[in-house]
């Protein structure tokens, strides 16, 4: 017998990103137990921003930011369009829903900072985050 319930399902679990995670201890390079809510949308904003989109063939190619292709590149070019890449990594996510406040911070050839608030289900979240050579 053929179960007929199964689209059903497949459609409720692709609805929402799952909010409960292993907990990653960056230091350590370690799993640590498990993570819910806030903390666990923050751990995967971070493994986001951390992977390369399209570089590796485990990722949908909806996972990761492009940032390789702005070596060398002028500043103001960066600034404009990084703000498009990390709507494209960010919002991908279903948990996040906005995003605000974003500022970019250049300090010397091979490190920048970015600013940002990002409205998610579990309210608002700030966020900075380094790109370094």
Known sequence: MIPTNRNIIVNQI???????????????KR???TTDGQPAIEQAIMKNFDTERYAY??????????????IGKDFDYIQ???QRALEDC???DSRIYAISNLQFTQEGLDYMSITLDLQTE??????TLEVKK
């Open 14 to 28: 692709g609805q929402n990103e799952v909010t409960r995670t292993y907990k990653v201890d960056n230091y350590n």
């Open 31 to 33: 799993i640590i137990g």
């Open 57 to 70: 063939v485990i990722y949908s190619k909806n996972y990761g930011i492009e940032l390789e292709k702005y």
């Open 80 to 82: 404009a369009d990084l």
């Open 90 to 92: 960010l919002l991908a």
């Open 122 to 127: 579990s309210g608002v979240l700030p966020i």
